[in-house]
């Protein structure tokens, strides 16, 4: 295998492999001393047996005369200017092994520029100065030995990055700074002293960044004999270096890459310089194949680069992998093989790193429609931004997002009722601008809206890739795509048939309308019909990667806080919403009028009842509808809560929020609100009439009918969690009522009856009736039969025996809530 050899300076090494290093810093391979050159200039890297020459300075590295990123090296020397044209020289170039030794190494060759060639005198290159040398510690136990020159490359796609990828990009995305602005400044290291780094006004380096903490950070500055050290303060999002979060403290060495929220910086020894080139906010796909269970494959070996300030739609009929390529490409359902690149990264390697830069507005609203706009972005904020972020902070973001989606005057409009279908839109998308990504996902926006709220949408978001943003929209609509910078066409098997600009569609295809090129799209012989795709690699042989165990979960706010956020907003709901609220006013009021249909004045008096010679009978009735009526108030009451809320449950899921507290939150407002249902319905239908026997009796039953109220509400919430649509509520609604009817041993007799009886046991209403009869001594008409039950016979004993085991299930079917919850947060439910 061939080795490389340098020459500069008068030197000569060569080198195996598979790294050699060339920089200002005197551990550099090759050190150089052209002050134009950065401390750690090129990388001379062994790629699949090649060897390959890779720029990552500021000033650029030359050959002849052209700024290159990325060069192979082939049987030519190749001779490299650092810094400029003109910058000095080093001559890289192959050695061939020969049995076992290195061949004779061919001579370089001069390096001629581009005016020296043409006849132009060339000017004199300036003075080499040397840089003042940083003092440098020992490295860390952690980061010991070759440390920097062992860091991976910035990564790149199969084919590569544009000659001018690590430019400056013109127009940054809200909230970054310059490239090249360095946030430590000399008085700061003339201190000596420990620099404080967050989003507070107080510290030492601010940074307006929502995702980072008010004391983020903590950087003791190089001394003469100490190298600069990083803490983290315990920051909610972290704190990365080179791609991992930091725990406690790391010791930086030259060249570091430090992440605070959306934010990158290197440490170039004495300053933490912003690094915001074109590559970093150039998003690549390299081969994404997503492979399924039987080799079925919904989208293949796609590949493309998005640049920064770009807008792209992605069309294509159904079924041709258009929400497969989005979870793939924001790393919430990553792609069985190939890679995702942002900011030098591997997405899927790095997703804890840079999750949070990444927003993703699905098709459905992901804001409460009962709730006004600022009520949603409120409670937004309070679960997407840094616990330590204070009310004022939240409401100027949320001012701040309402501003640049034109909301402003729409703040205070109920979102499902006074907004038209692009606002609404656009209050979806201020949601995920809460966090400032600079990557944007959108799926089907325009959906079910007219051309005009299309046009809208559209423009919209080309105003956000304009001000910095990579965008991506996948959609349906034809109509406006002239506003994009590119169109990506998916056919059948999720190939892309075309990437480019708008305006070549049509000629691509040989079409002369959208429509023709959909119905072209579904020709069995297309790939005949119409150029095939470039870069095309066969990905069948390529192993798929496993990515489900590498991707952590996002950081989560702590339990209270979330838990108080939620119930909040669940009030908000409650109260905002005038047919949930007048069912939960009515149906006592209708179902307690029901019960007074009951013919007889004896109430839940069973002496009452025997003493007037007409027996039990209608005592027995009234508590059957009060039995009916609590479990139709809990199951109708939660039954289509959470599969209602799915698209906002899942997108919330995706950046934080807690399955368990979600449901606990449900549990806790709509359990209460049944609670008081069954005391109500009791009190009517026992108001003006003889109450329960004994002591308390009417009370007693009163709780025995809340508790199956409650119960049926978290019922209610877990077969919400387990249905995938609101149509099928209204079927398990009848269903789990007349279940619950039938077992609870109301309207005929179930003790005794040997399979019924343990089934029934596992029924809420039935332990419910249980209790009630035994606050009522219902069982003295059947005392000493063979239809005695047990478990409904009189004292405290049995009544608490039955509200124990209610609770028993009761919290047995909020386990079960819990675990369907959680699965429908990924969408397998």
């Known amino acids: 295998m061939d080795r490389v050899q340098v020459q500069w300076s008068g030197s000569t090494r060569t080198f195996d492999g598979p790294r050699v290093v060339i920089g200002r810093e005197l551990d550099c391979d090759v050190p150089v001393t052209d002050a134009r050159a950065s401390r750690h200039h090129a990388f001379l890297e062994r790629e699949h047996g090649a060897w390959v020459v890779i720029d990552a300075s500021s000033n650029g590295t030359f050959v002849a005369g052209q700024r290159i990123t990325r060069v192979p090296l082939g049987g030519a020397p190749v001779s490299l200017n650092l810094g400029g044209p003109a910058g000095e020289s080093v001559v890289v170039s192959l050695v061939p092994v020969a049995h076992g030794r ?54 790149l796609p199969a084919s590569g990055a544009p000659v001018d990828a690590w430019r400056p990009v013109g127009v940054l995305p809200p909230g970054q700074l310059p490239h090249g602005h360095s946030v430590v400044l000399p008085q700061h290291l ?46 909610f999002n972290g704190t990365f270096v080179n791609g991992h979060r930091v725990v406690g403290a790391v010791q930086l060495v030259v060249g570091t890459e430090v992440i605070f929220g959306n934010q990158t910086f290197r440490w170039d020894g004495q300053q933490l310089v912003a690094s915001a080139t074109a590559h970093e906010f150039t998003l690549y796909a390299d081969g994404l194949t997503q492979v399924v269970a039987g080799g079925k494959r919904l989208i293949e070996n796609i590949s493309f680069k998005l640049e920064p300030r770009s807008l792209t739609a992605v069309i ?29 990264h591997d997405l899927y390697q790095h997703y804890d790193q840079l999750r949070f830069q990444i927003g993703l507005v699905p098709q459905q609203d992901i804001l409460h429609p009962q709730l006004k706009v600022r009520q949603g972005l409120k409670y937004a904020a309070q679960l997407r931004l840094p616990p330590d972020t204070g009310a004022a902070e939240r409401d100027g973001r949320v001012d701040q997002v309402a501003r640049q989606l034109q909301l402003v005057e729409r703040m205070d409009n109920r979102i499902g009722t006074q907004l038209s279908g692009g606002q609404r839109k656009r209050v979806s998308i201020a949601t995920e601008l809460l966090t400032a990504p600079p990557l944007l996902f959108l799926d089907e926006p325009t959906s079910g809206l007219d051309p005009g709220l299309d046009l809208e949408v559209m423009k919209q978001l080309r105003t956000l890739a304009d001000d910095g943003r990579v965008v991506m929209v996948v959609t349906h609509s034809v109509l406006a795509l002239d506003v994009c910078d590119n169109v990506l066409v998916l056919a059948p098997g999720g190939k892309i048939a075309y990437f480019g600009p708008p305006s070549d569609v049509l000629a691509h295809f040989g079409r002369s309308s959208y429509p023709e090129v959909f119905d072209l799209l ?35 706010q702590s339990a209270t806080r979330q838990l108080s956020t939620l119930v909040q907003r ?15 006013v009515m149906l006592p009021l209708i179902l307690g009028g029901l019960s007074r249909l009951v013919p007889g004045s004896d109430g839940l008096s069973v002496a009452d009842a025997l003493a007037s010679g007409e027996g039990a009978a209608e005592p027995q009735q009234r508590l059957t509808v009060l039995i009916v009526a609590a479990c139709l108030m809990g199951t109708a009451l939660a039954v289509r809560e959470l599969v209602g809320e799915r698209p906002i449950f899942q997108r919330e899921y995706a950046v934080g929020l807690s399955p368990g507290l979600y449901f606990l939150s449900k549990v806790l407002v709509l359990g209460a609100a049944a609670f008081v249902q069954g005391l109500v319905v009791t009190f009517l239908a026992t108001v003006g009439l003889p109450g329960a026997d004994g002591e308390l009796g009417t009370l007693r039953v009163a709780i025995a009918i809340a508790a199956l109220s409650f119960t049926m509400v978290v019922l209610g919430l877990a077969l919400s969690a387990l ?24 309207l005929f007799q179930i003790a005794g009856r040997v399979v019924l009886e343990q089934i029934a046991w596992l029924s809420p209403s039935r332990w419910s009736y249980a209790a009630s ?21 009189a004292g405290a004993g049995h009544y608490l025996m039955d509200l124990m085991v209610l609770a028993l299930l009761c919290l047995f079917t909020l386990g079960l809530g819990l675990f369907l919850t959680r699965r429908s947060a990924t969408g397998d439910a």
């Open 102 to 155: 290195p061949a004779l190494a061919p001579q370089p060759a001069q390096p001629v520029p581009p005016a020296a060639a043409a006849g132009s005198p060339q000017p004199p290159a300036p003075q080499a100065t040397p840089a003042p040398q940083v003092p440098q510690a020992p490295p860390a136990p952690e980061q010991s030995g070759e440390f920097w020159r062992n860091l991976p490359p910035p990564q």
């Open 190 to 235: 003339l201190s000596g002293r420990p620099l404080t780094i967050g989003r507070e006004a107080t510290n030492d380096i601010v940074l307006d960044d929502p995702l980072v903490s008010r004391q983020h950070a903590r950087l003791d500055p190089p001394t003469a004999t100490t190298a600069a050290v990083l803490h983290d303060l315990g920051s």
């Open 316 to 344: 294509g009929p159904s079924g041709a992998g258009k929400s497969t390529l989005l979870g793939a490409l924001t790393g919430l359902k990553p792609a069985s093989h190939g890679r995702v690149i942002w900011q030098g």
């Open 522 to 556: 579904d020709e069995p012989d297309l790939w005949r019909r119409i150029p095939a795709p470039q870069h095309t690699v066969d990905t069948s042989s390529v192993p798929a990667q496993s990515h489900a165990s590498q991707v952590p979960a996002p950081p989560r």
């Open 570 to 584: 669940n009030l908000a709901v409650v109260l905002a919403d005038r047919l949930l609220l007048g069912m939960l």
């Open 723 to 746: 249905v995938t649509s609101t149509e099928q509520t209204m079927p398990a609604l009848v269903g789990v009522v007349m279940v619950q009817l039938v077992l609870s041993g109301a």
């Open 773 to 793: 009869a035994s606050a009522m001594d219902l069982g003295q008409v059947t005392k000493g039969t063979d239809d005695e039950d047990w478990i409904a016979l």
